[in-house]
């Protein structure tokens, strides 16, 4: 079992930069990939960013590349979503996931939802313009 809380949501302007943590507990931390989800109003859940379990390799939506970046401390069972330069549109739900059913091994491809297994409640981001 692995249990995820997001944090760090909240009401920005456009323009700003925020950074969003997800704290996990359960399976040893450093023995799988994770990844950041969101959820826009009226929209199906997508994809945003994943990570290996090291932090050596990492994968982004085309439409987030130069904005969104992700990364994690092992040391702290911490992931991290970065996120630059924030727009009305990005205003949503955000969710960290994790994929524990393939170990260490990395697959860029894996960005489906239906990939992860364990996710947390999710985090509101609302930018204002």
């Known amino acids: 079992q692995v249990q995820l809380v997001e944090s760090g949501g909240g009401l920005v302007q456009a323009g700003v930069s925020l950074r969003l943590s997800c704290v996990a507990s359960g399976r040893t931390f450093s023995r799988y990939a994770m990844a950041w989800f969101r959820q826009l109003p009226d929209k199906e859940r997508e994809f945003v960013v994943a990570i290996n379990w090291n932090g050596g390799s990492t994968t982004v939506a085309d439409s987030m590349k130069g904005r969104f970046t992700i990364s994690r401390d092992n040391a702290k069972n911490t992931l991290y979503l970065q996120m630059n330069s924030l727009k009305p549109e990005d205003t949503g739900v955000y969710y960290c996931?994790?994929?524990?059913?393939?170990?260490?091994?990395?697959?860029?491809?894996?960005?489906?939802?239906?990939?992860?297994?364990?996710w947390g409640q999710g985090t509101q981001v609302t930018v204002s313009s």
């Open positions: 996931a994790a994929d524990t059913t393939v170990g260490r091994s990395w697959n860029p491809a894996r960005r489906s939802r239906y990939e992860y297994n364990y």
